[in-house]
């Protein structure tokens, strides 16, 4: 229980710092507009009127937080400017040029004000006045939630560096580390029909010699066989 007050006093002494005031505010305004028109469309078609009023008194209430939230920014400024002059001069040129932007789109939520003040008071659904107005309600509150949430994403691309329009170092690490994509084996259509097999004429074989001819000129003709005559052996006569 005691860390649940300590985080509530911390909370509440945070509200006192303008630099997170209009941090805490600026999602309000986008979001309140949008919820807003949503449950004023919505009572529309269902024909509720309490449904109707709980819309046009979320939408005056949204409407109305851009000016306290204005002020925390254009208090915060001046600090801001002090602490990223050196080090980040372009985010300090950027937050200049936002407020700028959300000082010039003030008309937008005093209008819309107006608007939700008088469609309540006449009524949506007791005359044609009330119903135009009505109508102006929602278009003035689409345009206006969609200028707060544009300029809370340039606020978010000059603070938080790691969205995906900025190019990171990781970006090009994992780029060069990834392996390359692997090739598909290039199959041939399904319809291909295979080419005729043309004849291609053959040069003639150089005319090699008759086995009889090659053995003629490999071995030799047999020679008459030599008859050797042995000597004659002479017996003796026989003496009587």
Same mark, same amino acid.
């Given at each position: 229980?005691?860390?649940?007050?300590?985080?509530?006093?911390?909370?509440?002494?945070?509200?006192?710092?303008?630099?997170?005031?209009?941090?805490?505010?600026?999602?309000?305004?986008?979001?309140?507009?949008?919820?807003?028109?949503?449950?004023?469309?919505?009572?529309?078609?269902?024909?509720?009127?309490?449904?109707?009023?709980?819309?046009?008194?979320?939408?005056?209430?949204?409407?109305?937080?851009?000016?306290?939230?204005?002020?925390?920014?254009?208090?915060?400024?001046?600090?801001?400017?002090?602490?990223?002059?050196?080090?980040?001069?372009?985010?300090?040129?950027?937050?200049?040029?936002?407020?700028?932007?959300?000082?010039?789109?003030?008309?937008?939520?005093?209008?819309?004000?107006?608007?939700?003040?008088?469609?309540?008071?006449?009524?949506?659904?007791?005359?044609?006045?009330?119903?135009?107005?009505?109508?102006?309600?929602?278009?003035?509150?689409?345009?206006?939630?969609?200028?707060?949430?544009?300029?809370?994403?340039?606020?978010?691309?000059?603070?938080?560096?790691?969205?995906?329009?900025?190019?990171?170092?990781?970006?090009?690490?994992?780029?060069?580390?990834? /392996? #390359?994509? !692997?090739?598909?084996? &290039?199959?041939? *259509?399904?319809?291909?029909? %295979?080419? +005729?097999?043309?004849?291609?004429?053959?040069?003639?074989?150089?005319?090699?010699?008759?086995?009889?001819?090659?053995?003629?000129?490999?071995?030799? /003709? #047999?020679? !008459?066989?030599?008859? &050797?005559?042995? *000597?004659?052996?002479?017996? %003796?006569? +026989?003496?009587?």
């Amino acid at each position: 229980m005691s860390e649940f007050i300590i985080q509530i006093e911390k909370l509440l002494g945070a509200f006192a710092d303008p630099e997170y005031r209009y941090l805490a505010l600026e999602p309000l305004i986008s979001y309140g507009l949008l919820v807003g028109v949503a449950m004023l469309v919505t009572g529309f078609f269902v024909k509720a009127p309490r449904l109707q009023v709980a819309a046009l008194v979320v939408i005056g209430t949204a409407a109305l937080i851009h000016f306290p939230y204005k002020d925390a920014r254009l208090a915060a400024k001046p600090r801001l400017e002090q602490v990223y002059k050196h080090d980040a001069s372009a985010r300090a040129a950027d937050f200049n040029k936002n407020t700028n932007a959300w000082i010039a789109a003030s008309w937008q939520f005093r209008l819309l004000v107006l608007c939700a003040f008088a469609t309540l008071m006449i009524g949506i659904q007791r005359n044609r006045i009330g119903f135009g107005l009505s109508i102006a309600t929602v278009l003035l509150g689409l345009l206006s939630a969609k200028n707060a949430m544009w300029l809370n994403y340039q606020d978010a691309l000059a603070y938080h560096p790691n969205l995906k329009r900025h190019e990171a170092p990781i970006d090009r690490k994992t780029a060069d580390t990834l /392996p #390359p994509p !692997a090739r598909e084996p &290039v199959r041939a *259509p399904a319809n291909r029909h %295979p080419s +005729p097999v043309v004849a291609q004429p053959v040069a003639p074989a150089v005319q090699a010699t008759t086995p009889s001819a090659q053995s003629a000129e490999r071995i030799p /003709p #047999p020679q !008459a066989p030599v008859s &050797v005559q042995k *000597p004659r052996r002479v017996e %003796p006569l +026989p003496r009587f």
